[in-house]
């Protein structure tokens, strides 16, 4: 089970916040670009030949002579997209289990705000960069996303460029990217997932990566590139593993802000999912 | 410093290996990592071959280098060599002649000596000796500094001469094998030269600073002429100096006397004091100088001038001429004050008696019967064997008695008799009492021994005669200091001049080594009879002088011996602190790092 039953609760009263107009293919909660039937008027426009009579505004063609229609504000659903990185490195320590619950926590969310949510993982099966989950709308879907979701173990190597670029670039709409970034290309990976309309990166990290516990002398093996390094850690090593993991931090936050994202590192501990909503609400990501 | 174990330092080769171990590039551990970007520039281990790398100055290292040595410095065994009287095991040997009395000198040997019993302890043991006419050992291999300030609260300076010498001796003694052992004299030099200079491995601590003084050298009854008392004041200053002597009997001053004495001088008066027989006349100077032990005097008024001698038993030239020899000394045929027998029964106690070969005596019992044995004891100290050397005399035939010994007499132990001379473990001469009164009690016939021509023998005799003089009040009035005295039947007390002691009747009181009175009291505190006991003359010209040591410092109050103090107990604990500081290099806490940006 991704999020507990007390959880879901407490995300079924919240629903997303989007800051631009979306424009989705179905009816949601959304300022939509388009003009719609909602209540909520937004403007005129002349009138041409085939628009609906009961829009012309007849209280000013009787004042002004002028023939105006009535323009009301459309409401569109946010189809979100959710990727979770689940390369081999996402394997280590609690990284992967964080990954299910922050992907859990924003894809419920979605489902709760009336949007269509649509899971993805990278690597995919075989030859496929990734691997798209079904579409689904309601909360009532959520059963069959969480088990999509379990499904999936962590392995393999993932080309983050490439999964980003091509699913920001598929339909409108927010891109949630959840990954550790450990790839070489990860730049190219927050600047394509930009593509979308509006998109989040939650950087998942597992706290041993922030605070290794290891010295001496190493042969330190990537685990998805199998190459390794042998290094001699002390206490100066550890010290500039530090200065060098914030810079790699205070760069993403940097890169991912930059092209208008948001950006939320999110260290796999036990409280991730509260931490998390905590987050996005000081946000006004949610409300 | 130096090192008591300079070959530990061998082992600084141990740093070698520990350089090695630091250098030698050990197995690396594979740890998989998400990814190895984070690493990029982290330092490289030396990827080539060679099983070794530069050595890295951490501070591990620094502080395992810096135990290591410390700990070698610490199996050297560094020391300082440290000017202290105290050794593994010291003996402190104080003399207690009167001339220590001078210019607190005494004072300030006990206020030394206390400082050093303070620092006594297992690795520090202290022996105490007195050098004083009845040398002793106060304190054996004592660690406890409380019992070693309770037995010099026991010293007092005493009226007699130094015997340094036998004090060496018994100090010599106290060492053991296991523990070097030191000895200190705490001493104004003396009188008597000591047999051996330079005193081997001994420091002194020397009270040289002089004292102008002004003394009773000689303070007795006139021999012959009744109610007159014979007084000689020495001033050993180079000042003249007045000095007024206040003459009592019986506590009841009778005559002041202004008498002034020129540097370096003597004053000799003859006073009229008027006193019966038995009574207690004593002189008492008026004077600031540097010591008051010999300021006062004191003698009983005997009842006669001399002594009447009366030989009794088989006749012998020896003990005639004897007689005749003496002066002062008249043989009388009957009534005598002073009783010789010479072999056969003991009679009756009517005087004080010199029984030659008697019957035994009560307490003395005839075991055996020795032959052609030579004299090698007699007892140190004892003032009636003053000037008597009787080395080598020898005795053809000689009971061997058994007697109960009164060399330590305790209340209620019963009649004892002190052996003064010995031939091995054979008694030749003793001194005891019979029927309440003094005795000298020897083992062998004039005529069995080389002894009545040996040139002793007329001192000895002097001396026996004037010891038993006393006790029967017909002596010379006072008698020198550490004379026994004989206590009567019913006495239980004796009172000196420094306090009371109490005894058992019918024994020998041996404790007179002050000066002054000793009145012998019974059990309802009346007085039997009173004593007298007076100061070595000598001691009052007593001049401070150095004893002459070898291998030690000898110098003024404070002299001092070296010896090594080690510091292996501050190395180690430097040890334990640089040890615990590594352990807390080694696993101190890595500050905070990031949490989830909000």
């Known amino acids: 089970m991704i999020l507990e039953p007390g959880l879901r609760r407490r995300l079924e009263r919240l629903a997303l916040v989007t800051r631009h107009r979306v424009r989705g293919r179905w009816w949601g909660g959304h300022r939509s670009q388009r003009m719609g039937?909602?209540?909520?008027?937004?403007?005129?426009?002349?009138?041409?030949?085939?628009?609906?009579?009961?829009?012309?505004?007849?209280?000013?063609?009787?004042?002004?002579?002028?023939?105006?229609?009535?323009?009301?504000?459309?409401?569109?659903?946010?189809?979100?997209?959710?990727?979770?990185?689940?390369?081999?490195?996402?394997?280590?320590?609690?990284?992967?289990?964080?990954?299910?619950?922050?992907?859990?926590?924003?894809?419920?969310?979605?489902?709760?705000?009336?949007?269509?949510?649509?899971?993805?993982?990278?690597?995919?099966?075989?030859?496929?960069?990734?691997?798209?989950?079904?579409?689904?709308?309601?909360?009532?879907?959520?059963?069959?996303?969480?088990?999509?979701?379990?499904?999936?173990?962590?392995?393999?190597?993932?080309?983050?460029?490439?999964?980003?670029?091509?699913?920001?670039?598929?339909?409108?709409?927010?891109?949630?990217?959840?990954?550790?970034?450990?790839?070489?290309?990860?730049?190219?990976?927050?600047d394509r997932l930009s593509l979308g309309r509006g998109g989040l990166l939650l950087h998942v990290l597992d706290p041993i990566e922030l605070r290794p516990d290891l010295a001496g002398d190493l042969d330190l093996v990537d685990v998805e590139s199998g190459m390794s390094i042998a290094v001699s850690l002390d206490r100066d090593a550890i010290a500039a593993y530090d200065a060098r993991m914030a810079a790699f931090l205070d760069a993403a936050e940097r890169r991912v802000r930059r092209r208008g994202l948001e950006y939320v590192l999110a260290p796999a501990t036990p409280d991730l999912a509260e931490r998390l909503v905590e987050v996005l609400a000081r946000r006004q990501l949610v409300r | 410093m130096s090192f008591l174990a300079p070959v530990a330092f061998f082992l600084t080769a141990l740093v070698g290996p520990l350089v090695a171990l630091y250098m030698l590039r050990s197995r690396r551990r594979r740890v998989v990592v998400p990814s190895l970007l984070p690493w990029e520039g982290a330092p490289r281990s030396v990827s080539s071959a060679r099983p070794w790398e530069r050595i890295r100055l951490t501070p591990l290292f620094l502080l395992q280098l810096l135990v290591l040595l410390l700990f070698v410095l610490s199996l050297a065994r560094p020391s300082v060599a440290q000017r202290s009287l105290l050794g593994p095991h010291t003996v402190l040997v104080i003399d207690t002649s009167a001339s220590m009395a001078q210019a607190g000198r005494f004072?300030?040997?006990?206020?030394?000596?206390?400082?050093?019993?303070?620092?006594?302890?297992?690795?520090?043991?202290?022996?105490?000796?007195?050098?004083?006419?009845?040398?002793?050992?106060?304190?054996?291999?004592?660690?406890?500094?409380?019992?070693?300030?309770?037995?010099?609260?026991?010293?007092?300076?005493?009226?007699?001469?130094?015997?340094?010498?036998?004090?060496?001796?018994?100090?010599?003694?106290?060492?053991?094998?296991?523990?070097?052992?030191?000895?200190?004299?705490?001493?104004?030099?003396?009188?008597?030269?000591?047999?051996?200079?330079?005193?081997?491995?001994?420091?002194?601590?020397?009270?040289?600073?002089?004292?102008?003084?002004?003394?009773?050298?000689?303070?007795?009854?006139?021999?012959?002429?009744?109610?007159?008392?014979?007084?000689?004041?020495?001033?050993?200053?180079?000042?003249?100096?007045?000095?007024d002597a206040v003459i009592s009997v019986e506590g009841v001053p009778v005559t002041r006397l202004r008498i002034d004495i020129a540097g370096q001088a003597v004053a000799r008066r003859q006073v009229e004091v008027g006193a019966d027989a038995g009574s207690v006349v004593t002189v008492e100077l008026a004077v600031d100088d540097g010591s008051d032990l010999d300021d006062r005097a004191v003698f009983v008024v005997p009842s006669t001038g001399g002594a009447g001698v009366e030989l009794v038993g088989e006749r012998s030239l020896f003990l005639e001429a004897l007689l005749r020899a003496l002066p002062g000394t008249e043989q009388v045929a009957d009534g005598g004050s002073i009783v010789i027998v010479n072999g056969g029964p003991t009679p009756e106690a009517a005087a004080p008696m010199w029984l030659i070969r008697t019957d035994p005596p009560e307490g003395v019992s005839v075991t055996g019967v020795g032959q052609n044995l030579v004299v090698g004891f007699q007892r140190p100290g004892e003032p009636l064997l003053d000037d008597v050397d009787l080395a080598g005399?020898?005795?053809?035939?000689?009971?061997?008695?058994?007697?109960?010994?009164?060399?330590?007499?305790?209340?209620?132990?019963?009649?004892?008799?002190?052996?003064?001379?010995?031939?091995?473990?054979?008694?030749?001469?003793?001194?005891?009492?019979?029927?309440?009164?003094?005795?000298?009690?020897?083992?062998?016939?004039?005529?069995?021994?080389?002894?009545?021509?040996?040139?002793?023998?007329?001192?000895?005799?002097?001396?026996?005669?004037?010891?038993?003089?006393?006790?029967?009040?017909?002596?010379?009035?006072?008698?020198?200091?550490?004379?026994?005295?004989?206590?009567?039947?019913?006495?239980?007390?004796?009172?000196?001049?420094?306090?009371?002691?109490?005894?058992?009747?019918?024994?020998?009181?041996?404790?007179?080594?002050?000066?002054?009175?000793?009145?012998?009291?019974?059990?309802?505190?009346?007085?039997?009879?009173?004593?007298?006991?007076?100061?070595?003359?000598?001691?009052?010209?007593?001049?401070?002088?150095?004893?002459?040591?070898?291998?030690?410092?000898?110098?003024?109050?404070?002299?001092?011996?070296?010896?090594?103090?080690?510091?292996?107990?501050?190395?180690?604990?430097?040890?334990?602190?640089?040890?615990?500081?590594?352990?807390?290099?080694?696993?101190?806490?890595?500050?905070?790092?990031?949490?989830?940006?909000?």
Do not use: C
């Open chain 1, 37 to 190: 039937d909602s209540l909520d008027f937004a403007d005129y426009r002349e009138y041409v030949e085939g628009d609906d009579l009961r829009r012309v505004d007849y209280n000013l063609l009787a004042r002004l002579g002028v023939l105006l229609i009535r323009l009301f504000e459309a409401e569109d659903e946010s189809p979100i997209r959710v990727v979770v990185d689940r390369s081999a490195s996402m394997a280590m320590g609690a990284k992967w289990p964080a990954a299910l619950q922050v992907a859990g926590v924003i894809s419920f969310l979605g489902l709760a705000s009336g949007d269509r949510v649509q899971p993805y993982v990278t690597p995919g099966d075989g030859a496929r960069p990734f691997e798209a989950g079904p579409p689904l709308r309601h909360v009532a879907s959520w059963p069959r996303l969480e088990a999509w979701l379990e499904h999936h173990q962590p392995g393999g190597a993932t080309v983050l460029p490439t999964v980003t670029g091509a699913v920001a670039a598929g339909a409108p709409g927010p891109v949630v990217l959840i990954s550790d970034l450990m790839d070489t290309a990860w730049e190219a990976a927050v």
């Open chain 2, 107 to 243: 004072e300030r040997a006990v206020g030394e000596m206390r400082s050093l019993v303070g620092e006594a302890s297992e690795d520090r043991l202290i022996s105490i000796v007195t050098g004083g006419p009845d040398p002793q050992v106060l304190a054996a291999f004592a660690a406890d500094s409380a019992a070693l300030e309770e037995a010099l609260d026991e010293l007092a300076v005493t009226g007699g001469a130094e015997r340094l010498g036998e004090a060496i001796r018994l100090a010599r003694g106290l060492a053991t094998p296991d523990r070097p052992t030191s000895v200190v004299i705490f001493s104004d030099g003396g009188t008597n030269p000591l047999s051996v200079e330079p005193v081997a491995g001994a420091v002194h601590v020397a009270f040289p600073d002089p004292a102008p003084n002004v003394g009773v050298s000689l303070f007795a009854p006139v021999p012959d002429v009744r109610g007159v008392a014979a007084l000689e004041i020495v001033n050993v200053g180079l000042d003249e100096v007045g000095v």
């Open chain 2, 393 to 598: 005399v020898v005795v053809g035939e000689v009971d061997i008695v058994d007697v109960v010994a009164a060399e330590h007499l305790q209340p209620g132990s019963g009649s004892g008799w002190l052996p003064l001379v010995r031939a091995g473990d054979v008694p030749l001469l003793l001194l005891g009492e019979v029927g309440g009164r003094r005795a000298v009690y020897q083992t062998f016939l004039l005529e069995h021994s080389d002894l009545p021509v040996n040139v002793a023998f007329p001192i000895l005799a002097r001396n026996i005669i004037d010891w038993l003089g006393a006790g029967s009040g017909s002596g010379q009035g006072a008698d020198p200091v550490g004379t026994p005295i004989v206590l009567p039947e019913g006495a239980t007390v004796v009172l000196g001049p420094a306090g009371e002691v109490a005894v058992g009747d019918g024994n020998l009181f041996v404790a007179t080594h002050r000066p002054g009175l000793y009145r012998v009291l019974d059990a309802g505190g009346s007085g039997l009879r009173a004593e007298a006991r007076t100061l070595d003359p000598s001691e009052i010209h007593a001049v401070p002088r150095t004893i002459e040591v070898q291998g030690t410092d000898s110098g003024g109050a404070g002299g001092e011996a070296t010896t090594s103090r080690e510091w292996v107990g501050w190395i180690l604990g430097t040890i334990l602190v640089f040890s615990l500081l590594e352990w807390w290099v080694g696993h101190r806490p890595a500050p905070a790092r990031r949490g989830m940006v909000a």
